[in-house]
């Protein structure tokens, strides 16, 4: 299971720290995701982190502004968010998977999901 938190509204140039705490997840998983998804758009990958925190992956659309990273004792990976935008409005989601590489942007790599925790920026 995955489980996020840390969404809630913010004003425009405000920070978010969102959380995923992973359990039960199998031996096979290797990576994690964030994901976003505004009203009336596709789901976009936002970040992704290979466990270890050796390699991480941002979208263009977020990158100097988010950072990912993880906590293996807690089995937590972090988003912080910076500067927020408007156009930061969204349903934020976390996944995990074991294809970690050049479709860490794309759902069909993950396997597990959290529910999501919605994110305002005003």
């Known amino acids: 299971q995955l489980v996020e938190s840390g969404g809630g509204s913010v004003q425009t140039g405000g920070s978010l720290r969102l959380s995923c705490v992973g359990s039960?997840?199998?031996?096979?998983?290797?990576?994690m995701g964030w994901f976003r998804q505004a009203p009336g758009k596709e789901r976009e990958g936002v970040a992704a982190?290979?466990?270890?925190?050796?390699?991480?992956s941002i979208a263009d659309s977020v990158k100097g502004r988010f950072t990912i990273s993880e906590d293996n004792a807690q089995n937590t990976v972090y988003l912080q968010m910076d500067s927020l935008k408007a156009e930061d409005t969204a349903m934020y989601y976390c996944?995990?998977?074991?294809?970690?590489?050049?479709?860490?942007?794309?759902?069909?790599?993950?396997?597990?999901w959290g529910r999501g925790t919605q994110v305002t920026v005003s």
């Open positions: 039960g997840l199998t031996s096979e998983i290797n990576c």
């Open positions: 996944a995990s998977g074991s294809l970690y590489g050049g479709d860490w942007d794309k759902e069909y790599a993950y396997t597990y």
């Open positions: 982190i290979l466990f270890g925190g050796t390699l991480t």
